[in-house]
């Protein structure tokens, strides 16, 4: 446990809302994650940070941004949710350099009706 | 672009059989290399990972993996498996000089009683 967690849980929406979902860790990581998982395509990488207001996108990034304002929290938002977004995502952080191992928050469900 | 192939979607054992899941990747410089395991319902959590020397290394619950270099191979092994051992398996490598971790599938393990 790396001291992560994430917030909803479980949501629901409608197609065209606007979602953002949370992740706090309590450790100082510099390196946050998020990615979304579906069946048959495992875990594919949205956005990444490596630091407070430093980020980058990773290979399904498009209808996601993120911010980090704080070294504790990467916040991931669909400015418009589709349907193609219901997922699960997870957020994850890299414990540093010497170690250089992802660990994972518990995930949250999203539902885009 | 770099990617991780898990051959296997579907396996189903019956308790104490033994277990291999395959895993290759395509980069051809220097690699991490880590399983994953996601049990129903819970977030994903590390099995065993891989930066240097013996390339046979052994992770928790009794599982271990193999580093074949000339083959860009990580296979995961269990001598006898148990019915908790039904779970999404997950390989993951890291090239050197990146802070992004690809993905395989994952491979889903059902163990029968």
């Known amino acids: 446990d790396a001291g992560i967690t994430q917030s909803p849980r479980h949501k629901v929406t409608e197609t065209g809302t606007p979602v953002t979902l949370r992740c706090h860790q309590t450790?100082?990581?510099?390196?946050m994650y998020w990615y979304r998982q579906d069946p048959g395509h495992g875990l594919r990488l949205i956005h990444y940070?490596?630091?407070?207001?430093?980020?980058d996108k990773g290979e399904v990034s498009d209808g996601y941004s993120v911010s980090r304002s704080k070294t504790e929290d990467f916040l991931l938002t669909l400015e418009s949710a589709t349907s193609s977004q219901t997922s699960v995502y997870f957020c994850?952080?890299?414990?540093?350099?010497?170690?250089?191992?992802?660990?994972f928050g518990p995930g949250t469900r999203l539902t885009v009706l | 672009a770099q990617s991780v192939s898990q051959h296997n979607h579907h396996v189903i054992l019956s308790e104490a059989a033994s277990l291999e899941l395959g895993c290759n990747y395509s980069?051809?410089?220097?690699?991490?290399l880590f399983w994953y395991v996601q049990y129903p319902g819970q977030h994903l959590q590390l099995l065993l990972k891989?930066?240097?020397?013996?390339?046979l290394v052994k992770g928790i619950k009794g599982f271990e993996a193999e580093f074949i270099k000339s083959k860009f191979s990580f296979n995961l092994r269990k001598p006898s498996v148990q019915w908790s051992d039904t779970a999404e398996y997950f390989c993951?490598?890291?090239?050197?000089?990146?802070?992004?971790?690809?993905f395989g599938t994952g491979t889903r393990l059902k163990v029968l009683a």
């Open positions: 994850a952080i890299r414990s540093g350099q010497r170690t250089d191992t992802q660990y």
């Open positions: 450790e100082n990581h510099r390196y």
């Open positions: 940070s490596y630091g407070v207001k430093d980020t």
């Open positions: 980069y051809g410089g220097t690699v991490n």
């Open positions: 891989y930066f240097s020397g013996d390339p």
């Open positions: 993951a490598v890291k090239t050197s000089g990146t802070y992004k971790y690809i």
